[in-house]
């Protein structure tokens, strides 16, 4: 069938979606987390693979080819799209929540949830958000209002954003900061929670710019073989550049703004998907870089395609928190069926 690229005519297979109709004819979609239109979850909830399609941005990974569509690769024009949930007031926060605010009784964040990410974990612990391409989606200014709106209602001490993956639509995530940053207290901890994997050099530099003070990046493991099993990315060369970008991320974030930027980290456990040798080496890994970074290690439990899992008893979970202070770190805190036990073994109920 027929359709028309920014005016110029090409004739492209039936049934097949608009990505692939693009790539068929030889157009190439910028990198992941670059900020230009690319194919970041591939499931319709980041709306990173936004074309311009009749007239009306629409996502090109799920929408399929008619006759005669006309098709803008220019989305300047538009304001970025993203499915959100919430806002909501939390009371735990994420990995990059500094631990003494936590006590369980007070809200100390106001958080949304972004659908989409470049990963496939199939323990996925959000993933009722994570795949969800229904939802109407919002621009960060409709989002920003909202949970500026539910901050002031609950008088939270921070403003964040989980997912899914928020990084992947780099240009909605730095618009959402910029927004947000610009109509509250400088004070307020505006919170990234993220898998790291896109975390470049210059998207940090871009966020903190745009005022995000408060970076939580869980990069879960340190050998690439983990990595693949936890979170189902089956290329390793892939998983490799996911991996060394989530460290890297971490040191960069330390080294540069650590006045400026409160920052933590994230662990994963489980026996069945890493062992505590591995989980002394990231306490190594962290430790080179400073001993008295937060690290927030998680108890992965059954879910989503990995329902045969056993949740982690609350022993297994004290003896991860030893193994990492045993490797000298200050500050771990470890997620527990009974809640959260951070430094000096207090528990965060």
Known sequence: MRVYIDGIEFKVPRNVTVAKALELIGISFNPVGSGGVS????????????VVIDSTLERSCITPVRDGM????????????????GPEPHLVGGKGTPWWEVNYLEYVETAVWVAGCNLRCPQCQNYHVTYDNVSTPMTPEEVGRLVIHYHRRYRTKGIAISGGEPTINRRWLVEF??????????RVRKHLDSNGTVLTRDYIDELVDVGCNNIGVEPKCVRVETYMRVTGIDDRELAMKYLQTAWEAVKYIYDNYRDRVYLGVGLIYNKDLITLDEVAEAGDKIYSIDPTIQVTVLDY???????????????????????????G???????????HIGPRDRRLT
């Open 70 to 85: 006309r098709v803008g690769l220019d989305v300047e024009g538009f304001k970025p799209l993203r499915i959100v949930h």
């Open 329 to 339: 770190l200050k500050t771990v805190i470890v997620q527990t069926e009974v809640g």
């Open 177 to 186: 900061f910029r927004y947000v940053s610009s109509r509250v207290e400088s």
């Open 39 to 50: 194919l970041a979850c591939r499931t319709g909830g980041c709306w990173a693979c936004a």
């Open 301 to 327: 439990f059954p879910t989503f395609r990995r329902r045969w899992l056993r949740r982690p008893t609350v022993n297994e979970m004290l003896e991860v928190k030893k193994v990492l202070e045993d490797r």
